[in-house]
């Protein structure tokens, strides 16, 4: 229980360090360019810590806050591809393995979901097979590109970092060759070059649920309640299975599981190839909800959702019913990045800042939890009223 | 062919010079996988640079007499200025795996995420778009050597060589080869190169011996830092028109890849980043090559896709890391943090 509150408290402690290297970084942006000056500042920093609950400005030019119905909603359908990714790569790391390929599997989750969408027709197939079928389309082709690199880390004893490099800028290069020669460009709009048809060409959408009516004005449909679902599943495979024992025991220790009689190889690919789904299908839910557009000239540069699936699993620690929270807390700072090109003179890739700098400390984050330990140990010796304290300060920041 | 060279060596010296930058890290026993992210911000960083001294009334001048000389020096302070904001950025990574012992594979990463993020954020505070261009000009009209340039007649023949070597090209690209050589000299030949190559292969030892393995490791990743950051702007200005808009196409990654073909030594890193090259070149601009000059383009006439040669490279890397895993040249103690209580 210690444990867990401590490893709760690092990632908080990491989130508050990044959301303040965000705000200095706003500040001091903000003071030498005498256009924005000390109230643009102040505006920008206000934005970054609760900008999900902004709701634009008043007529006096004042920013206006309270329940942003279209902003949650927002929120949540951004939240949705992250929870997968975030997932992907935690799977893959109580395996002992990085998954930096997550873009890579995106993408070609991607491509087999948007060409099964497309090119189904409706007016034979019902929508909602057509659906079913793109989403497991995505799901398996994501399979195949993680079982890639897993393969070639279990059989060839190659670095996984390495291999999923490589099958990230060959899937980058693949998904575009592939929609080049297709013909699922989209050609009726002529303004929008560049981009593939949306799914509700074909009719194929994802169900709303009703949320669209508790949320009105966003974007929000069932994928989100699809993919905490998903998640579930993942932590009763994780921690409640003999397969999951046997990933979480390579994982800890590749040799000893194999003198348990575990085959580790079967595992490592095993393992690669279920986060691969789990990323191909964050692709297929966020591209079948029909108002998404896919840019197809990819080749130059890797989905972010992708790469945003680290700091959503490494904040989580892995955990999958964690990995929910991190997501949208992730999704939030889109959101806050939106609210701030929209309503300030900053722009949206200040939130991509913060997530570095989250990112960059979670990698030392044994470095922060052996440090609270120890600060724990000494409070401990003098007596523990003061953590108590400590506590709900933390939480109302994290808001 | 004088094209198709020309366009070779221009995407061949910029991922020759950031591979050798990851040989640098690695050899010390760091992975340095934020190549890419030291690249965007070198980019960013000598575009700014260029921003800055174009307003400068000396170079202004220059620009307006045509002074070349003096445009190359400035070309060539930027590469330096470039190059030591890239060292100062890698010492995020050294501090965070030398000092913090942190996971360098995410510490990496995270230089990635920053670099695009940050660059972004300030082009579009400086600029009010997402791509710094130069104030006035291009980076043929202030940078490029032309037959012009050296008080050559336009209509000159100047032979085979000379038309591909001197005519249209940067200076960069032969003080990168320059630097290449010299700093490959220094790292297989000299006792520095010899003490830095050990820390990557057995630190415990090489401690033993009186080798400070974390001022190795820091020098191995700020020299790495600083090609990098260099390696980023001659790639903005010889193949991007000097400008920065917080990407550099996969350069980064594509030199890691580079560096595993070329298996971690400099004669190999050069051919097999001259092999990249040459398929990028092809694929920007396979359908307009005429190899022999009897007017056939028998590139476009093969029919293969642009997007085959341009997967090519991280292909035949996925291939070739399979066929010599066994007899890789990698650094043995690459990636694990230095603990001296081990053994």
Redesign the interface.
Known sequence: MKDRNQKILSSLISIVIGLAVGGV?VLV?GLL?SKIGIKGAWEGVRIIFAGILSTGRDAAGNLTWGFNSSNLGNMLFRATPLIMTGLSVAVAYQTGL?N?GAPGQYLMGTMASLMIALSIPTSVVPAWIVWFLALLGGMLAGAIWGAVPGM?KAL???NE???C??????A???V??MF??SNFKNMAEGTKSGYIYKTTYNGVATAKLGLDKLFPGSQINGGIVVAIIIAILVYILMNRTTFGYQLKACGANRHAARYAGISDKRNIVLSMAIAGALAGCGASLYFLSGNTEFFWST????PSIG?NG?PVA?LALNNPVAVIFTGIFMAMLDIVGLQLTNLT???E?????I???I??L???S??IRMWLAKRGKKKAEKKTETETKAEPAEGGTKA | MTFLIQKTLLSAVPLMIVALAGVFAERSGIINLALEGIMIFGAFIGVAFVRMMQVVPVFAEAARAGAWGTLQWLEILTMLVAGLMGAVFSLLLSFASVNLRADQTIGGTALNLLAPALVLFLIRVMANQNTLQMVTGDAASWFMIKKSTLGIDKNADIGFLGETLLNKVYLATYVCILIYIILSIILYKTKFGLRLRSCGENPQAADSLGINVHRMRYTGTTISGFLAGMGGFVYSLTTANCTANGDVAGFGFLALAVMIFGNWTPLNIAGASLLFGLFRSIAAAYSSIDINGDGVFALAEIGVSPHFYRMLPYLITLIVLSFTSKNSRAPKAEGIPYDKGMR
């Open positions: 970084l942006v360019n990085f930096i070639f060839l004893n190659i970092v390495l291999a490099i490589m099958t990230n800028w060959i980058a290069n693949l575009t060759w080049d020669i080749y130059q540069s890797l790469f680290i490494l003179a900053y722009n890739f200040i939130t991509d800042v997530i570095a700098v990112v960059y979670s990698a030392f044994l470095v």
